[in-house]
């Protein structure tokens, strides 16, 4: 049997389960329109981040940058551990296209 981890992206939005689960993750950011404030996409409650855009509120999402990726997969290479991304979409989101590169 191979010995491999599960590794996803916040866009996946299982926030604290993820850790339950033994998934690592590398996070999205967003910044809402008018605000300063870049958040951790996975430190926003989806249930809030949604009640916030249905009152108007405009967010915009950043990719995870290839980085960002190399300090999640790297542990877990080094552990001998093959990686299974499974992530947000190469045509939503350049997310994907990080991970590659990392």
Known sequence: MNNYRIVTDSASDMGKHLAEWGVSSA???????????????????PVAFYNRK???????????????????FEP?????????YIGF????STTCNSGRIA
């Open 89 to 92: 979409s190469s045509g939503l």
């Open 27 to 45: 996070s999205l950011t967003l910044k809402f329109e008018g605000e300063d404030i870049i958040q951790r996409n996975d430190d926003v409650e």
């Open 54 to 72: 249905r009152e108007g509120g405009v967010a915009k999402t950043s990719a995870v940058n290839p980085e960002e990726f190399a300090e999640v």
């Open 76 to 84: 877990i290479l080094a552990a001998g551990e093959d990686i299974l």
